[in-house]
């Protein structure tokens, strides 16, 4: 047996639920109040609770079912004591999925006060005309009272014809119908009592119940006398309820809701069609007792569901559990269950309404959330990389312990804590940067390299990737933070580079070693070799041989003054560097020139040095005599042939430096085309087959290892200014 939802019983109307045998399957509390009945009389036949009835009634309801029309009627009874008792009645039914009648509502009214009422009023109406309205057919003219014109809301002098008193009717299918009954009356004198809308003058749709009797002479109607009644709040409640009553019952066939009822008294339990779909049985085979529910049950949740059903009854709490229930095919579903408990003046439990709702595709999917959460936990307390999850203004909301042991902190210290208050400063901002493209939705992660401050204020790399997490809202709710500490690769990333560093400045040394060698010795070697060929002319006078003989000399001592040099370069590099000494520049200049006396007297060079005796500067000695030796040769090797050469060699001071000048007029060199190149390794410029191209290479990086600069100006056919700067000694 099914019920209706309990909004049924609060219908303000005598209205009932019959199955197609007349079976009661439920009435509202004004039917029980209006025939002062129990609530016995559900899932009895209704006219052997009721037998005084109308047999039209019967009647009535049996042609509803078979044709699914709607009637409303009216008729009296006369009872064996001579008693008339009137009944007005509608019927319509209820149509199931596939459009079988299964359902009828009948709305039934004892209206024998109403009609005695009606007599009067009718008396009454006969004098003063309130609320009818007549239609003379011999005289073609139509009376409306004043309620009727109230109703009409037209004016009091206002007098229609019969077409525009039909015109009032709404258009459709109440115009339509009141067409017909007005034809029919006329033309067969039957009656009508029909509830229809009109459009009043005034725009207004209303509801109207229209009665009106033919009166018939000599077979012809003659007139048509009527009524007016306003049924419009009636009538609106009437579909309004079963607007809802629909909807609802959409509602819970859509959601998959049960609706049932237990008599708690007569533990009588009564389910909705919903009902049996949700614990998967046929109607036919439910007892209705309370423990036919029982046996649905899994048997372990049934001793805890059965408490909370007792506890609800006897006052302590509300319904409100879940269950799980067992089908026929032995498949295993999820129930909500809701309930409340109508209880009599002394708080009695009579009946408990509530509803089923099967949850198993939300249990299930519950059940595989809390796995996940379980799992993830877990992940996030044993996992060997920090990870922590952090709230959108930086707090921490969670750490795990790999986490701590990175940073020195206790879990709850740094639960006092921010991100922002661990990040070392110069990190933070290119953090948040990210952390805002984040937030803006331009990214949905990001991973970076930064630097935290442990407990004890120690730095700590970390490489650090962050995730946000979203509520079901779509919004950030907090960040999910995976903190890899690579303070161990960094700092052998730190020692690599120092030992790459150190290769490299080794190489460097080498080549520059390399370089001094060569050239230096190669300078030694022209020389002497220039002198030996002097000593080997039989043509010179013995004073020339003596100066021949004292250059060999000087030449000599400036070979084993530079191999005395190269030698210390070689102790500097293999880790006995002392700070750069202060080396007299004059000096040095001096001892170059003398060592390519040689080599200035064959090419005849003119050379002029302007430094002071008190100028000294810092650096190791074979580098400044390789600098000064490569920008001197230079200039001579680079000579104009069409000129007498000379090399200017002057010094001044400047700020903490001594700027060292080196002018020649040779060929000059083309700074627009090679000014960039000027100082690069293998790059030469005159196709000079001597040169190698390395040695300004070398020179520049000479100069820069002792802390000075290099700088030229030059010009094609004029010459060239190499002017060198070395700290002051």
């Given at each position: 047996?099914?019920?209706?939802?309990?909004?049924?019983?609060?219908?303000?109307v005598p209205l009932a639920l019959l199955s197609t045998n007349f079976e009661l399957i439920d009435v509202s509390e004004k039917?029980?109040?209006?025939?002062?009945?129990?609530?016995?009389?559900?899932?009895?036949?209704?006219?052997?609770s009721m037998p005084d009835l109308p047999g039209e009634l019967v009647l009535d309801i049996k042609n509803c079912s078979s044709?699914?029309?709607?009637?409303?009627?009216?008729?009296?009874?006369?009872?064996?004591?001579?008693?008339?008792?009137?009944?007005?009645?509608?019927?319509?039914?209820?149509?199931?999925?596939?459009?079988?009648?299964?359902?009828?509502?009948?709305?039934?009214?004892?209206?024998?006060?109403?009609?005695?009422?009606?007599?009067?009023?009718?008396?009454?109406?006969?004098?003063?005309?309130?609320?009818?309205?007549?239609?003379?057919?011999?005289?073609?003219?139509?009376?409306?009272?004043?309620?009727?014109?109230?109703?009409?809301?037209?004016?009091?002098?206002?007098?229609?014809?019969?077409?525009?008193?039909?015109?009032?009717?709404?258009?459709?299918?109440?115009?339509?119908?009141?067409?017909?009954?007005?034809?029919?009356?006329?033309?067969?004198?039957?009656?009508?009592?029909?509830?229809?809308?009109?459009?009043?003058?005034?725009?207004?749709?209303?509801?109207?119940?229209?009665?009106?009797?033919?009166?018939?002479?000599?077979?012809?109607?003659?007139?048509?006398?009527?009524?007016?009644?306003?049924?419009?709040?009636?009538?609106?409640?009437?579909?309004?309820?079963?607007?809802?009553?629909?909807?609802?019952?959409?509602?819970?066939?859509?959601?998959?809701?049960?609706?049932?009822?237990?008599?708690?008294?007569?533990?009588?339990?009564?389910?909705?069609?919903?009902?049996?779909?949700?614990?998967?049985?046929?109607?036919?085979?439910?007892?209705?007792?309370?423990?036919?529910?029982?046996?649905?049950?899994?048997?372990?949740?049934?001793?805890?569901?059965?408490?909370?059903?007792?506890?609800?009854?006897?006052?302590?709490?509300?319904?409100?559990?879940?269950?799980?229930?067992?089908?026929?095919?032995?498949?295993?579903?999820?129930?909500?269950?809701?309930?409340?408990?109508?209880?009599?003046?002394?708080?009695?439990?009579?009946?408990?309404?509530?509803?089923?709702?099967?949850?198993?595709?939300?249990?299930?999917?519950?059940?595989?959330?809390?796995?996940?959460?379980?799992?993830?936990?877990?992940?996030?307390?044993?996992?060997?990389?920090?990870?922590?999850?952090?709230?959108?203004?930086?707090?921490?909301?969670?750490?795990?312990?790999?986490?701590?042991?990175?940073?020195?902190?206790?879990?709850?210290?740094?639960?006092?804590?921010?991100?922002?208050?661990?990040?070392?400063?110069?990190?933070?901002?290119?953090?948040?940067?990210?952390?805002?493209?984040?937030?803006?939705?331009?990214?949905?992660?990001?991973?970076?390299?930064?630097?935290?401050?442990?407990?004890?204020?120690?730095?700590?790399?970390?490489?650090?990737?962050?995730?946000?997490?979203?509520?079901?809202?779509?919004?950030?709710?907090?960040?999910?933070?995976?903190?890899?500490?690579?303070?161990?690769?960094?700092?052998?990333?730190?020692?690599?580079?120092?030992?790459?560093?150190?290769?490299?400045?080794?190489?460097?040394?080498?080549?520059?070693?390399?370089?001094?060698?060569?050239?230096?010795?190669?300078?030694?070697?022209?020389?002497?070799?220039?002198?030996?060929?002097?000593?080997?002319?039989?043509?010179?006078?013995?004073?020339?041989?003596?100066?021949?003989?004292?250059?060999?000399?000087?030449?000599?001592?400036?070979?084993?003054?530079?191999?005395?040099?190269?030698?210390?370069?070689?102790?500097?590099?293999?880790?006995?560097?002392?700070?750069?000494?202060?080396?007299?520049?004059?000096?040095?200049?001096?001892?170059?020139?003398?060592?390519?006396?040689?080599?200035?007297?064959?090419?005849?060079?003119?050379?002029?040095?302007?430094?002071?005796?008190?100028?000294?500067?810092?650096?190791?000695?074979?580098?400044?005599?390789?600098?000064?030796?490569?920008?001197?040769?230079?200039?001579?090797?680079?000579?104009?042939?069409?000129?007498?050469?000379?090399?200017?060699?002057?010094?001044?001071?400047?700020?903490?430096?001594?700027?060292?000048?080196?002018?020649?007029?040779?060929?000059?060199?083309?700074?627009?085309?090679?000014?960039?190149?000027?100082?690069?390794?293998?790059?030469?410029?005159?196709?000079?087959?001597?040169?190698?191209?390395?040695?300004?290479?070398?020179?520049?990086?000479?100069?820069?290892?002792?802390?000075?600069?290099?700088?030229?100006?030059?010009?094609?056919?004029?010459?060239?200014?190499?002017?060198?700067?070395?700290?002051?000694?």
């Amino acid at each position: 047996m099914t019920i209706p939802h309990t909004r049924f019983r609060k219908i303000p109307v005598p209205l009932a639920l019959l199955s197609t045998n007349f079976e009661l399957i439920d009435v509202s509390e004004k039917w029980l109040g209006h025939f002062n009945l129990s609530e016995d009389i559900i899932g009895k036949n209704l006219f052997s609770s009721m037998p005084d009835l109308p047999g039209e009634l019967v009647l009535d309801i049996k042609n509803c079912s078979s044709k699914g029309d709607y009637s409303s009627q009216r008729a009296p009874v006369v009872l064996k004591n001579g008693e008339i008792i009137w009944y007005e009645w509608k019927v319509d039914v209820l149509e199931s999925d596939n459009s079988n009648i299964n359902e009828v509502l009948l709305v039934l009214e004892d209206i024998t006060e109403k009609k005695l009422d009606e007599a009067l009023s009718l008396k009454s109406e006969q004098v003063a005309r309130i609320g009818g309205w007549e239609v003379d057919l011999i005289h073609n003219t139509i009376y409306w009272s004043k309620i009727t014109k109230e109703i009409h809301e037209v004016e009091d002098d206002y007098t229609p014809t019969l077409e525009q008193g039909i015109s009032f009717y709404k258009e459709g299918d109440s115009r339509d119908t009141i067409t017909r009954l007005v034809q029919n009356g006329m033309d067969k004198g039957e009656p009508w009592d029909v509830e229809l809308q009109i459009v009043t003058f005034k725009g207004k749709d209303l509801w109207v119940r229209a009665i009106g009797e033919p009166e018939i002479i000599n077979g012809q109607c003659v007139r048509i006398t009527g009524t007016f009644q306003d049924i419009d709040r009636r009538k609106k409640a009437e579909i309004e309820y079963k607007k809802v009553s629909d909807r609802l019952m959409l509602a819970t066939d859509k959601s998959r809701i049960g609706i049932w009822e237990l008599d708690v008294t007569n533990d009588e339990l009564l389910w909705d069609s919903n009902m049996f779909n949700l614990y998967g049985i046929q109607e036919s085979d439910f007892t209705g007792g309370y423990k036919a529910w029982e046996t649905c049950v899994l048997p372990e949740d049934l001793e805890r569901t059965t408490k909370e059903v007792q506890d609800a009854i006897e006052g302590k709490k509300t319904l409100d559990t879940s269950f799980r229930i067992t089908w026929s095919n032995g498949e295993i579903r999820w129930i909500k269950a809701e309930a409340t408990v109508i209880r009599d003046d002394k708080g009695n439990a009579l009946k408990m309404i509530g509803i089923n709702q099967d949850i198993s595709e939300l249990k299930t999917t519950q059940l595989q959330l809390e796995k996940s959460e379980e799992s993830l936990q877990g992940a996030f307390e044993n996992s060997s990389v920090g990870m922590a999850l952090v709230a959108l203004d930086g707090t921490f909301i969670s750490v795990n312990q790999s986490l701590c042991r990175s940073l020195g902190y206790t879990e709850n210290e740094l639960l006092e804590l921010t991100f922002q208050d661990i990040t070392h400063p110069d990190d933070l901002q290119i953090d948040l940067s990210l952390l805002h493209e984040v937030i803006e939705g331009s990214r949905r992660t990001y991973q970076i390299e930064k630097r935290y401050f442990d407990k004890n204020g120690q730095i700590v790399y970390v490489l650090l990737t962050v995730t946000a997490v979203k509520n079901w809202q779509g919004e950030i709710s907090h960040f999910i933070s995976q903190i890899v500490d690579i303070s161990a690769r960094i700092e052998a990333e730190k020692k690599l580079k120092s030992i790459l560093q150190v290769t490299t400045d080794q190489n460097k040394s080498l080549l520059n070693f390399a370089h001094i060698v060569s050239h230096n010795l190669r300078s030694h070697a022209a020389n002497l070799s220039m002198i030996s060929s002097f000593l080997l002319d039989g043509e010179l006078s013995e004073e020339e041989q003596k100066d021949t003989m004292g250059m060999l000399g000087r030449a000599s001592e400036g070979l084993n003054e530079t191999i005395g040099h190269l030698n210390e370069v070689v102790q500097v590099k293999l880790g006995t560097e002392k700070e750069l000494s202060a080396i007299p520049l004059k000096k040095v200049v001096n001892k170059i020139i003398t060592d390519i006396s040689a080599l200035i007297h064959e090419n005849k060079v003119v050379v002029d040095i302007v430094i002071p005796t008190s100028f000294k500067v810092k650096g190791v000695p074979a580098y400044i005599e390789s600098i000064i030796l490569n920008l001197v040769t230079n200039a001579i090797k680079y000579r104009d042939p069409d000129k007498r050469a000379s090399i200017t060699i002057e010094a001044s001071l400047e700020e903490e430096y001594v700027k060292l000048s080196i002018k020649d007029n040779g060929m000059g060199i083309d700074l627009d085309k090679y000014g960039e190149k000027l100082f690069g390794m293998y790059k030469t410029f005159h196709g000079n087959k001597d040169a190698k191209g390395i040695g300004l290479f070398i020179t520049k990086n000479q100069i820069e290892s002792i802390g000075g600069r290099i700088a030229v100006e030059s010009q094609v056919g004029v010459g060239t200014n190499f002017t060198v700067k070395l700290l002051k000694g």
